[in-house]
């Protein structure tokens, strides 16, 4: 069974940095396809960042340059390396599995993945 835990959410202000960490079980991790979701009060889940077993990585226009997807393979962690924080990234961060990838042509599988973690809050404050 497969099973995703994150970590690393906080309150930070504006311009600050967090690091979210996900640890996954239960399955052969690089056989999947990883990300991070985001859902904001009152707002639908959107994709933020993806990464593939090669390392190959898809972003969010309003994440990139500012934020880094990366995992550790030999640990069965992924990461999100956030930068420049501001009050919009605000939201309840989740780590997601497949074994399909997360985004085609721009657009982010959000429904029917395979596996969800429970999710770490982000506050960043003005």
């Known amino acids: 069974q497969v099973q995703l835990v994150e970590s690393g959410g906080g309150s930070v202000q504006a311009g600050g940095s967090l690091r979210l960490s996900c640890a996954a079980s239960?399955?052969?991790?690089?056989?999947?396809?990883m990300g991070w979701f985001r859902q904001a009060p009152g707002k639908e889940r959107e994709g933020v960042a993806a990464?593939?077993?090669?390392?190959?990585?898809n972003y969010a226009d309003s994440v990139k340059g500012r934020f880094t997807i990366s995992q550790d393979n030999a640990k069965n962690t992924l990461y999100l390396q956030m930068n420049s924080l501001k009050p919009e990234d605000t939201a309840m961060y989740y780590c997601?599995?497949?074994?399909?990838?997360?985004?085609?042509?721009?657009?982010?599988?959000?429904?029917?993945?395979?596996?969800w973690g429970q999710g770490t809050l982000v506050t960043v404050s003005s």
């Open positions: 990464i593939d077993s090669g390392g190959s990585t």
């Open positions: 239960g399955y052969t991790y690089s056989s999947y396809f």
């Open positions: 997601a599995a497949d074994r399909y990838p997360l985004q085609y042509d721009g657009s982010w599988r959000v429904n029917a993945l395979d596996a």
